[in-house]
Structures are given as structure tokens and as C-alpha cells.
């Protein structure tokens, strides 16, 4: 057990600048297998673009979301889902850490479902407020 344990608790809200670039994103990939494709390619390329919005949304805004955060020891972390689940998970090395973004992966032990293995969670600037992003940064950077 490390010297920061429990002193690691976020409670990110849903980021307007996230549902703005994903509407934006998958808008252009919609607007561009629209035009630029024909026939049942088209058709396969717009059920998966849409396919994979309905996921990313449910994922980031829905009932799936982590609404909270808190690390238990080094790499564990207890974690709540917007739906009332709750469980641990393993802070996985692979996260990014930069000023504007955000991107916490996370493993569930035990789990042997693949869709449910693994989550991640990406906080913009406006998914916590400054002084919890800047603490979790810090902390992040430090492990």
C-alpha cells in the first residue's frame, strides 16, 4: 500500500465537450460512408458507425458510466457506475495523463465477458472541477 491510497476520489460529471467532439466525429463518419460508398457496403458501414455510437454513448452519458472513482491501494480501485453497480478494478498502466485530457483504463478482475473486461474513463477539463483534475494529474503522474 502506497502513501496515497484513499486520498484518490473523483466524481466526474458528463462532459459537454466530449458529447460535442463525439457528435461531431461520428457525424463526419456517417456524412463520409453516406457519400462515399454504395450499396451493402454502405448499408454495413452505417449499422457500425451507428452501432458504435449507441456503445460509446451508453458507455460515457448512460446508465453505464462511472459517476465515482476512489483508489483502495496502488493499482486498485473501487468504482460506481451511474446504474448502481459497483465493484473493484485495476488501474491498468496503459492510462494517459496530459493537461486537457484524461484517459483512465480500468480491468475488472474475474470478469469474463470481453465487452465487460474493460472500461475507461476519459475526463475533459469540464468533467471535474480544477482542483480534483489537477490533484488527480499530479497523483497520476507520480505512480
Do not use: K
Not at 103 to 118: A, K, T
Amino acid at each position: 500500500m502506497n502513501g496515497f491510497a484513499g486520498a484518490c476520489r473523483i466524481d466526474p460529471e458528463p462532459s459537454r465537450r466530449l458529447a460535442v467532439l463525439l457528435g461531431v466525429g461520428y457525424g463526419g463518419a456517417l456524412l463520409l460512408a453516406a457519400t462515399g460508398l454504395t450499396g451493402l457496403l454502405r448499408a454495413l458501414c452505417l449499422a457500425g458507425i451507428l452501432c458504435s455510437a449507441a456503445w460509446t454513448c451508453w458507455r460515457h452519458f448512460g446508465p453505464g458510466r462511472i459517476v465515482h472513482a476512489e483508489q483502495l491501494e496502488a493499482e486498485r480501485w473501487q468504482l460506481r457506475r451511474a446504474n448502481g453497480w459497483e465493484g473493484e478494478a485495476r488501474l491498468l498502466p496503459s492510462s494517459l495523463v496530459t493537461p486537457a485530457l484524461m484517459v483512465l483504463n480500468f480491468r475488472f478482475p474475474g470478469v469474463w465477458q470481453p465487452w465487460r473486461r474493460r472500461q475507461s474513463l476519459c475526463l475533459l477539463p469540464d468533467s471535474l472541477n480544477r482542483d480534483s483534475a489537477r490533484r488527480l494529474r499530479v497523483f497520476l503522474r507520480f505512480q
